[in-house]
T-cell receptor, first 116, second 119 residues
Framework: NAGVTQTPKFQVLKTGQSMTLQCAQD?????MYWYRQDPGMGLRLIYY???????DKGEVPNGYNVSRLNKREFSLRLESAAPSQTSVYFC???????????????FGPGTRLTVL | AQKITQTQPGMFVQEKEAVTLDCTYD???????LFWYKQPSSGEMIFLIY??????QNATEGRYSLNFQKARKSANLVISASQLGDSAMYFC????????????????FGGGTRLMVKP
């Protein structure tokens, strides 16, 4: 039982390059999330997916796109990376709010992204 | 306005002593959830403890307890018998009712407190 896994762990991009961050969970959770954490700050929500087939914007969605590939996988894409997107990216998953005794979000190990 | 405030950027505690990390929150809704996460230097986010706004008793999980004072809108984390491995960043987060925002189960995080345990 791996929980939430993310790939890659580290990535360096040049301005304008694109890449996709992968996330998978094996906890049978319906809801999945992408957050970013800038130095010295808490996490901010980029996008979330309440269930397979749905995605919605969070607090800071500009410059990102997401795909909920199936119940297990939720990917985050940067189409044209910018230095302002240098950050640590976390994926998380939870039960759907209101459907379980707990909707605690469990996080993956993070991806450290640097855009030059 | 900030919804989650952690006023202690950094704290020291002697090994084996107890420590309280402060968290105040702001919401007008009666239904919400409060979470504490630990982030060690390795970077992962580890869930520690949860308190629901309607829970009658303070949450406890091993050496962690949550001092929930609803009228004061505070949810302080108490770590008893500190260990060297407790040295980390600690984040308080709030989940408001998903009907109140466009991001479902969005967590709003505080700025964190860096705890350093001295041997």
């Amino acid at each position: 039982n791996a929980g939430v896994t993310q790939t890659p762990k580290f990535q360096v991009l040049k301005t304008g390059q694109s890449m996709t961050l992968q996330c998978a969970q094996d906890m049978n959770h319906n809801s999945m999330y992408w957050y970013r954490q800038d130095p010295g700050m808490g996490l901010r929500l980029i996008y979330y997916s309440a269930s397979e087939g749905t995605t919605d914007k969070g607090e800071v969605p500009n410059g990102y796109n997401v795909s909920r590939l199936n119940k297990r996988e939720f990917s985050l894409r940067l189409e044209s990376a910018a230095p302002s997107q240098t950050s640590v990216y976390f994926c998380a998953s939870s039960h759907t709010p209101g459907t379980a005794n707990t909707d605690t979000q469990y996080f993956g190990p993070g991806t450290r992204l640097t855009v030059l | 306005a900030q919804k989650i405030t952690q006023t202690q950027p950094g704290m020291f505690v002697q090994e084996k002593e107890a420590v309280t990390l402060d968290c105040t929150y702001d919401t007008s809704d009666p239904s919400y959830g409060l979470f504490w996460y630990k982030q060690p230097s390795s970077g992962e986010m580890i869930f520690l403890i949860y308190q629901g706004s309607y829970d009658q008793q303070n949450a406890t999980e091993g050496r962690y307890s949550l001092n929930f004072q609803k009228a004061r809108k505070s949810a302080n984390l108490v770590i008893s018998a500190s260990q060297l491995g407790d040295s980390a960043m600690y984040f308080c987060a709030m989940r408001e009712p998903y009907a109140n925002n466009n991001a479902g189960n969005m967590l709003t995080f505080g700025g964190g407190t860096r705890l350093m345990v001295k041997p």
